[in-house]
């Protein structure tokens, strides 16, 4: 079993630089928005944050460029969820292309779950625990996720 598949684009040419390549930035641009459908996925959808006011911001944020991503192609994310509490996630993302079995970026993200009345943190609704708590059983094991929890270093 494989992690889910939170979201497909091609590569669009005003995402691409110099080199024909994806620009830094459009890697993050892509799992922020598996981030979003993870978020519909638990229950944090745009019609129940207009009526609870609460939502997902990003605390911090890792990416790992592993592979050249080109114009025109057609990539995925896979979403794996790390581990949550009453109202954090810790997700990691990964890229892919048809054609191509190594990841080609990955990204682990801390999220906070956040009542935008404050802002301020606020625990996670039952409806978001359950969703959270069933994909958590339904994902494969943590052991591919080789670029989690890398800290920069020039030397080791």
Do not use: C
């Not at 993870?38 to 592979?67: C, K, P, W």
């Not at 990691?92 to 054609?99: D, F, N």
């Not at 990204?107 to 606020?122: N, R, T």
């Not at 494969?140 to 270093?153: C, D, K, T, V």
């Amino acid at each position: 079993m494989s992690a889910a598949i939170t979201y497909r684009t091609a590569i669009h040419e005003d995402w691409v630089d110099y080199n024909g390549h994806l620009r830094d930035a459009y890697y993050l641009l892509i799992f922020s928005y598996a981030t979003d459908a993870l978020m519909e996925r638990i229950g944090l959808d745009a019609d129940s944050r207009g009526q609870n006011g609460h939502s997902l911001f990003t605390l911090e944020a890792h990416v790992n460029y592993l592979h050249e991503v080109k114009l025109g192609a057609q990539v995925w994310v896979q979403t794996h969820l790390v581990e949550f509490d009453h109202k954090r996630l810790l997700v990691y993302h990964t890229l892919h292309r048809e054609g191509f079995d190594e990841t080609l970026a990955a990204s682990e993200q801390m999220l906070l779950h956040v009542d935008l009345a404050g802002p301020k943190s606020a625990p996670f609704g039952e409806r978001s625990l359950q969703a959270l708590r069933a994909l958590a059983e339904q994902q494969p094991e943590q052991a591919a996720l080789q670029w989690r929890a890398r800290a920069l270093s020039l030397s080791r």
